[in-house]
């Protein structure tokens, strides 16, 4: 399942639609939306959790985040 839905996760272009991946999983559209929903908010806890980790202190996790995203943005 997280290798149909990782890209998803990311905002990465997807060759496939919702509808086409819920079908694959044996999913319908709407509760392939409401797990990737889920799957996102995990993401961004684990990541907050780990980012919190290499800062001084909880005010500055907002601005580490940023940095990465532009980071890998570019």
Do not use: C, Q
């Not at 639609?17 to 559209?29: K, P, W």
């Not at 800062?55 to 601005?63: A, Q, W």
């Amino acid at each position: 399942m997280f290798d149909e839905l990782k890209s998803l996760l990311t905002g990465e272009k997807n060759e496939s639609s919702y509808s086409e991946i819920g079908a694959r999983l044996g999913m319908t559209e709407g509760s392939l939306k409401v797990t990737v929903h889920r799957l996102r908010r995990r993401y961004r806890e684990l990541l907050r959790k780990e980012i919190a980790l290499t800062v001084d202190g909880p005010e500055n996790i907002d601005e580490e985040i940023r940095n990465l995203r532009a980071a890998l943005s570019g």
